[in-house]
């Protein structure tokens, strides 16, 4: 074992070889592992446990993966990688505009999942923005947003906004070049950058979630996230 994270993760997968390969893998990394076989048993434990990640499996009985990522989103913004033998661009886009933050398409490497799950996780931790060990104040206020990176905290209208790992980052790097126009290319290229391989709808789905969240709070701080057609999207600044 590397080393004890301390880190627990829900492996949600109704085959059980593959659960055991994946709790095999992932107990060698440190982490702590619990399971669940179907969509219920694991918004059960979603909900009465805060884990770090879910794996979660796209083709469950019952309740599918996709059902069960959106429920467990209207509640948490725990990190969740889709798993899935199906492949098609269509299954990819679905499980993004469910709230997955990274897909895994069946077979796969143990190792190669096993560096997606640090990736994701290390995206997920406040700690993992910070360059220092002192104190700082990397705040980004707006009228009606404030972006604390420091403490991974975005307010919207005086409200505590709860986004996934994806969402922060894709705010925050536009957030750092107010007005300024990025391509989804390169907003694919520097916020999911090579550790994902994905279409230029995965952007169109994460900027629609984060409005949505966006707002609840504030119609203000929603709509300063600017469409400029045929081109991308930019962070834009309300003028007084």
Known sequence: MEGQTNQSILVVDDEDRIRRLLRMYLEREGFVIDEAEDGETA?????NDDFDLILLDLMLPGMDGLDVCAEIRKQKATPIIMLTARGEETNRVEGFEAGTDDYVVKPFSPRELVHRVKAVLRRASATAFLNTTTETHNVIVF??????????????GGQTIQLTP?????LHYLALSPDKVFTRETLLRDVWNYEFFG?????????????EKLNRASSVAASMITTV???GYKLEVPKD
């Open 43 to 47: 918004l059960e434990k979603a909900f």
């Open 166 to 170: 994806k969402e922060y980052e894709l």
């Open 199 to 211: 279409d230029l709808r995965t952007v169109d789905t994460h900027v629609k979630r984060l409005r």
């Open 143 to 156: 009228s009606e947003l404030t972006i604390d990176h420091d403490a991974h905290e975005v307010r919207a």
């Open 229 to 231: 057609w045929g081109v």
